[in-house]
């Protein structure tokens, strides 16, 4: 079967021309790719997936009009050094970038006609997948539940922990979400991935304030 053309890609909403986005003959069809850090937010019957292994990713979508995307981020290491630091009341770094992760992602869904109250959420990631790691995907898996139960969203679904990488394809315009556990010779490129990451987020922390709707 020959590939669709290339002039067929959906139109990327302002701001995310940068994702990298094609065919995907797997998913038969086009599809965003996510790396760390990113997150996509789509109007049409297209996909996005990605790879984690410590890192959290959140589906999210409206699900009566379809709009929605996915993230994929990790916490920073708290600013004293607390593994619950995130947990204070003060906004410490690793709050603070969660909040950005989360709240950008449902920021756009929401201007773009998405429904506060129409929202459903599924959660996936947050393997312990090195077992001389401290378990940082816990801590993430934490985060993404407490600040979702904070602001009242609901999670219909999740598939976190344990030691398996994962690779998450989420399509928003029907909510329908593809798991694959990968298996543990991929977990030495997943972990030098993120921690190159983590150094990178640690090195340039979030600034600015972010509003929900």
Not at 124 to 136: A, P, V, W, Y
Request: proline fraction near 5%; charged fraction near 20%; glycine fraction near 10%.
């Amino acid at each position: 079967m020959a590939l669709p053309p290339e002039s067929r890609l959906p139109l990327a909403l302002p701001g995310f021309e940068h994702v990298r986005r094609g065919w995907h003959n797997a998913f038969d069809a086009y599809a965003a790719r996510l790396l760390p850090g990113e997150y996509y937010v789509t109007p049409h019957n297209e996909g996005v997936y990605t790879t984690l292994g410590s890192c959290i990713s959140a589906c999210i979508r409206d699900r009566v009009t379809g709009i929605g995307g996915m993230n994929h981020f990790m916490l920073p290491a708290s600013a004293s050094g607390d593994k619950d630091g995130w947990k204070s009341t003060s906004l410490s770094s690793a709050t603070r970038y969660g909040n950005f992760a989360m709240e950008h992602l449902i920021n756009v869904i929401l201007k773009n006609g998405g429904q506060r109250q129409n929202l459903e959420v599924k959660l996936f990631g947050g393997g312990r997948i090195m077992k001389n790691m401290t378990d940082i995907g816990m801590r993430n898996i934490s985060f993404a539940r407490d600040y979702l139960q904070t602001e009242g969203l609901r999670v219909t679904s999740e598939d976190v922990g344990d030691i398996f990488p994962r690779m998450v394809v989420f399509f928003p315009a029907t909510g329908k979400v593809r798991v694959k556990r990968l298996r543990s010779l991929h977990n030495n490129t997943i972990a030098a991935q993120e921690t190159q990451y983590l150094g990178s987020i640690e090195d340039k922390p979030v600034s600015g304030d972010v509003e929900l709707f």
